[in-house]
């Protein structure tokens, strides 16, 4: 096993401090870039940190800082690139900062290990926003949930061959960066991979309103606080557990020659397509009470549908079938409830301390 690190971009963030956990339990040292930007995040590199010392060497920066790149990936054995504006509401409020943290920092990214003498894999997180809205999907109600007309679609989810269809400064910030990495494996050589995932959730996930909707809603559901729901909440989609995304990145690097070049879809598949309110649903079913419910209107570029085929994944990552939703769903509450007695329990005045 080389000695080099692995460079992990947001590394602090959600998928990133799993993908992080993962290497560095296995051995492996790890730089985590992160510009710590995002409210909680700091935590899971805590965490991190106390997990596994010094495997974990922090380095708390931007992207967009191209000199740093350079100085990160001439250390590193590769790079996963998950550093990323990651709402499409903070993309139409600010199409500026969106355009240089999502596609500057992923060419910055990119030209730091083009110019090495040897270029290192890069393994890049993308969207399934790169298909737009798929407004051209004829869908039909039933269980409360869209699902598309077309049978066959409906077996199998949207493949990659799917035409792109960006749609808001965010999906037009994460096609045009997917599309760089594609080429930067064509022009000149960087074995790089896109990994186009749907709805990840799982254990360090700070979720809101803007991302991270099933962490959100546990959330707002175990404080009994209301959840708001854009549109009407039959919106489907394949949600998959984190250490299911993890192994997929993982897979993806021990493979790079072999994928070098491909996008592939990520999700929990048609097996785990879900509609919002049925996610709630459970949710109220583990918790034991009703959730509070606002209903907003619909939101720019929202897909009523979307379900990942995962076909090509499984086949050339070698990918198990995924955690059934209802299980990991049930994981994350136990996990969130975890740490809310965990933060209860230090906030508690101890017994005869000064006040």
Known sequence: MTTRPILITGGAGFIGSNLADRLAGEGREVIVLDALSRPGVETNLAWLQARHGKRIRPLIADVRDGAVLDEAVRDADAVFHLAAQVAVTTSLAEPGAD???NLRG????LEAVRRRSAPVPVIFASTNKV?????????ELADEAYRPVDPDLRARGVDER???????????SKGAADQYVLDYARSYGVPACVLRMSCIYGPRQMGTEDQGWVAHFLIRALEGTPLTIYGD???????LHVADAVEAYVQALARIEAVSGRAFNLGGGPQNAVSLRQVVAHIESLIARRAQLVYGPWRAGDQRYYVSDIAAARAALGLAAPRPWRDGVAHLAEWLQGEA????SAERPRVGALS
């Open 99 to 101: 355009f240089e943290i």
């Open 106 to 109: 992923t060419l910055n990214v």
């Open 131 to 139: 298909y737009g809205d798929l407004a051209d999907v004829e869908l």
């Open 162 to 172: 799917r035409p792109l269809d960006f749609h808001t400064p965010y999906g037009c």
């Open 233 to 239: 909440g039959r919106q489907v989609r394949d949600i």
């Open 341 to 344: 007695a965990a933060r209860a």
